[in-house]
């Protein structure tokens, strides 16, 4: 009966660091542009830190065939855009102010912030 309890706890913990408090790398964007993946129901990379005041190219290219992953919206800059599968969309962002702007699919399941520093 122990042994079941102790299971129980580490899953539940493991489910509370994997939802709540996991935070993937943040990438910087050093480049022209930067190229992020759309695959296996996540951008890659998916926390992207950009200079403040400074116009900026993302490049998705689209590997997920979920019709999810299709469209590609910043609801903070009221850009949507959709992705074609497996090509490049170079999506123009303008210069922004210091702060996270978030961008999502249509059905914010594939989530990824743009920190702007």
């Known amino acids: 009966m122990l ?4 299971v129980g706890i580490l899953l539940i913990a493991l489910i ?14 050093e480049q022209d ?3 992020i993946l759309v695959e296996n129901g996540i951008y890659q990379p998916s926390r992207i830190k950009i200079h ?3 116009a900026t190219r993302l490049q998705f290219i689209r590997k997920d065939a979920s ?4 469209t590609l919206v910043f609801p903070e800059l009221e850009i949507s855009e959709t992705l074609p599968l497996n090509r490049p969309k170079s999506i123009a962002l303008p210069a922004l102010p210091a702060g996270v702007y978030h961008f999502h699919c249509q059905m914010q399941m594939y989530c990824g912030e743009l920190h702007v520093e």
């Open 3 to 6: 042994i079941i309890n102790i």
């Open 16 to 29: 509370i660091w994997w939802f709540w408090l996991y935070r993937p790398k943040e990438a910087v964007f």
């Open 67 to 70: 019709p999810c992953a299709e």
């Open 33 to 35: 542009k930067m190229t």
């Open 52 to 54: 403040v005041n400074q």
